[in-house]
């Protein structure tokens, strides 16, 4: 059974760093063409990719958050996080992560998804 | 402003037919496959198709989706007010080395 669950902080101070953790179960991201992804949609508001990190460990960003972002795995240990910098209000979201199973370009399961706010 | 274009909202009465359209370019859709999800009001995204057409298990065959070129649509038969949701279209973009995603679209089942 697979299962992805992200944790973090709830509330930020604007230009602090974000830190998530997505803890995932039922795959390994050893495993060839395994991948896991992060995805946020601030509330009322679209789905926006942030990053992806495969098997390889390639690494691969959102073009206009590449410069914020980063993202590692730990496969010992079953977890990817992200690290966003400078945290604003617009980055207000709910942060999901997700994987992506062969290589493909699709997400077959989610995590519940945690909720980030930024304010002072 | 998104990668991929959808129209903000469809609707249609119980029992009826509609369609979601994706459109794209020739970095995403016209050259990589396409996914679809649904977002019930206050969940998690789910997987509707994956590689343009196909189904993951579960999904029941009232729902398709097929890709010309570089758009793609998502088909909902036999509507149920249980369909109400958003609806998001997926690629990988080739020149952007990024996923892109659709902004949305709304069904409303009247």
């Known amino acids: 059974q697979v299962t992805l669950r992200e944790s973090g902080p709830a509330l930020l101070r604007p230009t602090q760093t974000l830190t998530l953790t997505c803890t995932f179960s039922?795959?390994?991201?050893?495993?060839?063409?395994?991948?896991v992804s992060w995805v946020r949609q601030p509330p009322g508001k679209a789905l926006e990719w942030l990053a992806l990190i495969d098997w390889e460990d390639d690494k691969y960003y959102t073009p206009s958050l590449k410069t914020r972002l980063t993202i590692s795995k730990d496969t010992s240990r079953d977890q990817v996080v992200l690290t966003m910098s400078n945290m604003g209000p617009v980055d207000t979201a709910t942060y999901y992560c997700?994987?992506?199973?062969?290589?493909?370009?699709?997400?077959?399961?989610w995590g519940q998804g945690t909720l980030v706010t930024v304010s002072s | 402003q998104s990668v991929l274009t959808q129209p903000p909202s469809v609707s249609a009465a119980p029992g009826q037919k509609v369609t979601i359209s994706c459109s794209g370019s020739r970095s995403n859709i016209g050259n990589n496959h396409v996914s679809w999800y649904q977002q019930l009001p206050g969940t998690t995204p789910k997987l509707l198709i994956y590689?343009?057409?196909q189904r993951p298990s579960g999904i029941p065959n009232r729902i398709s989706a097929s890709k010309s070129g570089t758009s793609a649509t998502l088909d909902i038969t036999g509507l149920q007010t249980g369909d109400e949701a958003d609806y998001y279209c997926?690629?990988?973009?080739?020149?952007?080395?990024?996923?892109?995603f659709g902004g949305g679209t709304k069904l409303t089942v009247l």
């Open positions: 039922g795959f390994s991201l050893s495993t060839t063409g395994m991948c």
């Open positions: 997926g690629a990988w973009d080739s020149s952007l080395s990024a996923v892109v």
């Open positions: 590689d343009n057409h």
């Open positions: 997700a994987r992506i199973p062969n290589a493909g370009n699709y997400f077959d399961y």
